[in-house]
């Protein structure tokens, strides 16, 4: 889904729902860390990150900010949620 008709779901619905957000989401990730962040498949901290790439962390963590200021840009709503041991999770579309 393009940032176009992403806004313009939102102007029709008013409310996104979560599989709406991430395929615009997608539409905005650069790589494919950016998309695996997006889906869930590494974490929103970084810690998952193994060997040369856990030496590289802020560059991941810069990524990842990029790519919610792209989100935030295009009004994709997410949120940050914390759940059980203080696991930060990713969470997409309105509260």
């Given at each position: 889904?393009?940032?176009?008709?992403?806004?313009?779901?939102?102007?029709?619905?008013?409310?996104?729902?979560?599989?709406d957000a991430i395929d615009a989401?997608?539409?905005?990730?650069?790589?494919?860390?950016?998309?695996?962040?997006?889906?869930?498949?590494?974490?929103?901290s970084g810690s998952d990150l193994?060997?040369?790439?856990?030496?590289?962390?802020?560059?991941?963590?810069?990524?990842?900010?990029?790519?919610?200021?792209?989100?935030?840009?295009?009004?994709?709503p997410w949120h940050i949620d914390?759940?059980?041991?203080?696991?930060?999770?990713?969470?997409?579309?309105?509260?």
């Amino acid at each position: 889904m393009t940032e176009a008709r992403a806004r313009e779901a939102v102007r029709r619905l008013g409310v996104w729902t979560e599989d709406d957000a991430i395929d615009a989401a997608l539409g905005l990730c650069r790589g494919d860390y950016q998309r695996a962040v997006v889906l869930g498949e590494q974490r929103w901290s970084g810690s998952d990150l193994r060997g040369e790439a856990r030496k590289w962390g802020l560059h991941y963590k810069r990524s990842r900010d990029n790519l919610m200021k792209r989100c935030t840009a295009a009004g994709i709503p997410w949120h940050i949620d914390t759940q059980a041991r203080g696991l930060l999770v990713l969470a997409w579309g309105n509260r």
